[in-house]
Protein backbone atom coordinates (compact mmCIF):
# COMPACT_ATOMS: atom_id res chain seq x y z
CA UNK A 1 0.00 0.00 0.00
CA UNK A 2 1.71 3.23 -0.70
CA UNK A 3 2.21 6.27 1.55
CA UNK A 4 -0.54 9.27 1.21
CA UNK A 5 2.67 11.40 -0.15
CA UNK A 6 3.21 9.03 -2.93
CA UNK A 7 -0.98 9.05 -3.83
CA UNK A 8 -0.67 12.71 -4.06
CA UNK A 9 2.21 12.69 -6.07
CA UNK A 10 0.08 10.34 -8.17
CA UNK A 11 -2.74 12.18 -8.14
CA UNK A 12 -1.00 15.62 -9.27
CA UNK A 13 0.51 13.84 -12.23
CA UNK A 14 -3.11 12.55 -13.46
CA UNK A 15 -4.49 16.45 -12.98
CA UNK A 16 -1.07 17.18 -15.31
CA UNK A 17 -1.71 14.68 -18.02
CA UNK A 18 -5.14 16.17 -18.21
CA UNK A 19 -4.23 19.90 -17.76
CA UNK A 20 -1.90 19.76 -20.17
CA UNK A 21 -3.51 18.06 -22.86
CA UNK A 22 -3.99 20.62 -25.60
CA UNK A 23 -1.30 22.91 -24.13
CA UNK A 24 2.47 23.91 -24.93
CA UNK A 25 3.38 21.53 -22.16
CA UNK A 26 1.53 18.45 -23.95
CA UNK A 27 4.53 17.24 -26.07
CA UNK A 28 6.91 17.29 -22.88
CA UNK A 29 4.71 15.38 -20.39
CA UNK A 30 3.43 12.92 -22.74
CA UNK A 31 7.31 11.75 -23.69
CA UNK A 32 7.63 12.13 -19.64
CA UNK A 33 4.98 10.01 -18.95
CA UNK A 34 5.40 7.29 -21.37
CA UNK A 35 8.62 6.98 -20.41
CA UNK A 36 8.48 6.96 -17.10
CA UNK A 37 5.65 4.15 -17.27
CA UNK A 38 6.98 2.01 -20.14
CA UNK A 39 10.51 1.42 -18.05
CA UNK A 40 12.89 1.78 -20.72
CA UNK A 41 10.95 -0.74 -22.91
CA UNK A 42 10.23 0.25 -26.14
CA UNK A 43 6.79 -1.17 -26.93
CA UNK A 44 5.34 -0.63 -23.65
CA UNK A 45 5.93 3.08 -23.88
CA UNK A 46 4.89 3.46 -27.18
CA UNK A 47 1.36 1.85 -25.64
CA UNK A 48 1.22 4.41 -23.07
CA UNK A 49 1.69 6.82 -26.48
CA UNK A 50 -1.28 5.79 -27.80
CA UNK A 51 -3.00 5.89 -24.10
CA UNK A 52 -2.04 9.36 -24.07
CA UNK A 53 -3.04 10.35 -27.60
CA UNK A 54 -6.66 8.82 -26.57
CA UNK A 55 -6.94 10.68 -23.51
CA UNK A 56 -5.79 13.87 -25.52
CA UNK A 57 -8.80 12.95 -28.28
CA UNK A 58 -11.48 12.44 -25.25
CA UNK A 59 -10.55 15.57 -24.38
CA UNK A 60 -10.95 17.33 -27.72
CA UNK A 61 -14.09 15.97 -28.40
CA UNK A 62 -16.12 16.31 -24.88
CA UNK A 63 -18.60 19.24 -24.81
CA UNK A 64 -18.18 22.39 -22.90
CA UNK A 65 -19.52 22.34 -19.44
CA UNK A 66 -20.27 19.63 -16.78
CA UNK A 67 -19.97 16.42 -19.09
CA UNK A 68 -16.21 17.97 -19.96
CA UNK A 69 -15.91 18.49 -15.75
CA UNK A 70 -16.66 15.01 -15.87
CA UNK A 71 -14.42 13.28 -18.81
CA UNK A 72 -11.71 15.35 -17.34
CA UNK A 73 -12.25 13.27 -13.61
CA UNK A 74 -12.88 10.29 -15.07
CA UNK A 75 -9.42 10.59 -17.34
CA UNK A 76 -7.50 12.37 -14.04
CA UNK A 77 -8.73 9.34 -12.06
CA UNK A 78 -7.70 6.88 -14.49
CA UNK A 79 -4.30 8.09 -14.90
CA UNK A 80 -4.05 8.94 -11.15
CA UNK A 81 -4.67 5.11 -10.54
CA UNK A 82 -2.17 3.43 -13.49
CA UNK A 83 0.59 6.08 -11.59
CA UNK A 84 -0.41 4.29 -8.40
CA UNK A 85 0.01 1.18 -9.86
CA UNK A 86 3.34 1.74 -11.40
CA UNK A 87 4.11 3.37 -7.95
CA UNK A 88 3.43 0.74 -5.77
CA UNK A 89 5.40 -2.43 -7.92
CA UNK A 90 8.37 -0.62 -7.84
CA UNK A 91 11.46 -1.03 -5.15
CA UNK A 92 11.23 1.37 -2.62
CA UNK A 93 14.49 3.57 -4.26
CA UNK A 94 13.55 3.09 -7.50
CA UNK A 95 9.65 4.15 -6.28
CA UNK A 96 11.53 7.63 -4.77
CA UNK A 97 13.05 8.01 -8.04
CA UNK A 98 9.64 7.62 -10.02
CA UNK A 99 8.22 10.30 -7.96
CA UNK A 100 10.72 12.97 -8.19
CA UNK A 101 10.21 12.52 -12.19
CA UNK A 102 6.44 12.83 -11.46
CA UNK A 103 6.99 15.77 -9.00
CA UNK A 104 8.95 17.12 -12.15
CA UNK A 105 6.99 16.86 -14.88
CA UNK A 106 3.80 18.00 -12.62
CA UNK A 107 5.93 20.91 -12.07
CA UNK A 108 6.14 21.72 -15.79
CA UNK A 109 2.84 20.84 -16.62
CA UNK A 110 2.08 24.05 -13.90
CA UNK A 111 4.97 26.25 -15.24
CA UNK A 112 3.61 26.25 -18.68
CA UNK A 113 -0.05 26.00 -17.71
CA UNK A 114 -1.63 29.49 -19.21
CA UNK A 115 -2.31 31.97 -16.81
CA UNK A 116 -5.78 32.78 -16.09
CA UNK A 117 -7.15 36.49 -13.47
CA UNK A 118 -9.47 37.97 -12.57
CA UNK A 119 -9.79 41.48 -12.24
CA UNK A 120 -13.22 43.43 -11.98
CA UNK A 121 -12.95 47.57 -12.69
CA UNK A 122 -15.80 48.99 -10.34
CA UNK A 123 -14.21 52.52 -10.94
CA UNK A 124 -17.72 53.71 -13.04
CA UNK A 125 -19.86 51.73 -10.47
CA UNK A 126 -23.02 52.46 -8.14
CA UNK A 127 -22.95 50.26 -4.99
CA UNK A 128 -26.69 50.18 -3.76
CA UNK A 129 -27.70 48.07 -0.37
CA UNK A 130 -25.87 44.51 -1.99
CA UNK A 131 -26.09 45.44 -5.50
CA UNK A 132 -23.09 46.59 -7.67
CA UNK A 133 -24.65 48.57 -11.01
CA UNK A 134 -22.24 49.66 -13.60
CA UNK A 135 -19.99 48.66 -16.34
CA UNK A 136 -16.20 48.07 -17.15
CA UNK A 137 -14.41 45.28 -17.97
CA UNK A 138 -13.70 41.99 -16.46
CA UNK A 139 -10.64 39.85 -17.29
CA UNK A 140 -10.51 36.22 -15.23
CA UNK A 141 -7.22 34.64 -14.24
CA UNK A 142 -7.04 31.38 -12.47
CA UNK A 143 -3.80 30.39 -11.20
CA UNK A 144 -3.65 26.58 -10.48
Do not use: C, K, Y
Amino acid sequence: MLVEGLIAVAAAGGGAIVQAAGTDAWAGIRSGVARILGRGEAGREQAELERLDQTRAELESADDGAGSERVQTVLATRWQTRLEMLLEQLPDAERQQVATELQALVQQAHAQAPAQSTHNDFSNATFTESQVLGSGTQNNTINR
